[in-house]
């Protein structure tokens, strides 16, 4: 088991940044494939970010490419999303995922993980 719970959202202004968090308990945070999906009303949740757990790699997103990052600090078991140059279509509830078991052809798909968090509002205005 894995519990996940989420900080850092709130309204910003467009170009503004904000850095999510995300703290893991539970069971160990190494070896987790750790992830971040965004959902607005009315739509599936979409991929953000992904960190994957055998590489240390990190993909993303085309339409947040170069504006986003997502990275890990094992010693707190904590995942981040920063997110810089906010646009108005970043605005939704972020998620943060996990799954230790993941294969790597399932990691941008939100129905493949086991684990969520209860999910942070980010709202960015124009």
């Known amino acids: 088991q894995v519990q996940l719970v989420e900080s850092g959202g709130g309204l910003v202004q467009t170009g ?10 539970g069971r160990s945070f ?3 494939t ?9 739509n599936e949740r979409e991929f953000v970010a992904v960190l994957w757990r055998n590489t240390g790699r990190t993909y993303y997103a085309d339409s947040v490419k170069g504006r986003f990052t ?5 010693a707190k078991s904590t995942v981040y999303l920063q997110m810089n140059s906010l646009k108005p279509e970043d605005t939704g509830v972020y998620y943060c995922a996990a799954d230790p078991t993941i ?3 399932s990691i ?5 993980y ?11 205005s124009s």
């Open 16 to 25: 503004g940044s904000l850095r999510l968090s995300c703290a893991a308990s």
């Open 30 to 32: 190494t070896g987790v």
């Open 34 to 42: 750790m992830g971040w999906f965004r959902q607005t009303p009315g």
């Open 70 to 74: 997502i990275s890990r600090d094992n």
């Open 103 to 105: 294969i790597f052809s």
């Open 108 to 112: 941008f798909d939100s129905r493949a």
């Open 114 to 124: 086991d684990y969520w968090g209860q999910g942070t509002q980010v709202t960015v």
